[in-house]
């Protein structure tokens, strides 16, 4: 993600990557991506450099609550990678040294910043499918190999924090508050570690959800999503696999798996551009965040309650994930 936030910023007006921390490769990502920028070992360093006006947290999970911590001391705005964080108690914490220092904090939720989901939430909201009832998301792809902490659901939450809570967030946004959640999943270990879940989520509105979410050790399964949206007036229906506006071709074209954060998407503002966007706004004052901290804990909760409730084989509500 660090490399898609660098060319992206790139492209922003009156924005640049100024510094890059890293325990071991700032230097050679600093040479790639952001050939000006000074490189640090650690967050403490980055964040003490003057020329630093925000920070973007693209760590492991469970190490985004020190970094925000950070950040939040030096006064630095904040956008941090979703999920927001591995527990309910780190989030507390982020939460807490957000509100203590008043920094501006953005949680990257960017499916909200993709053009189909944001077209899709407008429709809904101007009732063109009138009350929504029904929807159904799909995420997925296949991977090669070892994934380090993201094959430790310890650290990374596995297919349902990390992978999923982009839907629960999506659905969250469309629909309302979750009313309570019923997972099962399955999983089974070769190199890497690989994940299947279903989770059935009913909202507050009465409205339902189906969240299909998987990633499996199978590298030339591509990365795919999917969604349907139904009311009593209409239905909204997305699938990268059918819907494709922008295709290139060419002498070298091949078969290859998609990647949703490569450098071929061919928009040229795509989901993550749009977010930094809306970020570099909020930042300058002239926008509220659009995904705040709150919102960030709400649609992580959604994602430990899920895995709650594959371990208890039972249905599980948001509010009794603790604290």
Not at 52 to 59: I, R, Y
Not at 90 to 97: K, Q, S
Not at 189 to 204: C, K
């Amino acid at each position: 993600m660090a490399g898609v936030y660098a060319d992206r910023i790139a492209e922003l007006p009156d924005a640049e990557v100024t510094a890059v921390a890293s325990p071991n490769s700032a230097p050679a990502f600093v040479a790639e991506h952001a050939p000006s920028a000074e490189a640090y070992a650690g967050a403490e360093e980055l964040c003490a450099d003057a020329g630093v006006d925000a920070v973007a947290v693209l760590t492991p999970t469970h190490t985004h609550r020190a970094v925000i911590e950070t950040a939040a001391e030096h006064g630095h705005a904040v956008i941090c990678e979703k999920p927001l964080a591995r527990t309910m108690d780190d989030a507390a914490r982020i939460r807490e040294a957000v509100a203590d220092a008043g920094i501006t904090f953005t949680t990257a939720h960017a499916v909200r910043f993709f053009p189909a989901y944001a077209t899709a939430k407008e429709r809904v909201d101007a009732g063109a499918i009138g009350e929504p009832g029904v929807a159904r998301t799909r995420r997925a792809f296949g991977f090669a190999g070892e994934r380090g902490w993201f094959d430790d659901p310890e650290k990374s939450g596995g297919v349902l924090l990390d992978l999923a809570v982009h839907d629960f967030d999506y659905l969250r946004w469309v629909l309302g508050d979750v009313q309570q959640v019923f997972t099962r999943r399955t999983g089974w270990s070769g190199e890497g570690e690989s994940e299947v879940a279903l989770s059935t989520l009913r909202f507050e509105s009465g409205a339902v959800a189906h969240v299909e979410a998987w990633w499996i050790e199978v590298p030339t399964v591509p990365f795919s999503t999917a969604f349907e949206l139904a009311g009593d007036e209409g239905l909204i229906e997305y699938d990268d696999d059918e819907v494709q506006p922008v295709r290139t071709f060419g002498a070298e074209s091949v078969r290859v798996p998609r990647d949703p954060i490569g450098d071929e998407i061919p928009l040229a503002r795509d989901g993550y551009y749009r977010q930094l966007e809306q970020f570099a706004a909020s930042v300058r004052g002239e926008e509220a965040p659009a995904v705040p901290v709150e919102e960030g804990v709400a649609s992580m909760r959604v994602g430990l309650a899920a895995i709650e409730s594959a371990e208890r084989g039972a249905p599980v509500a948001p509010t009794e994930v603790e604290p």
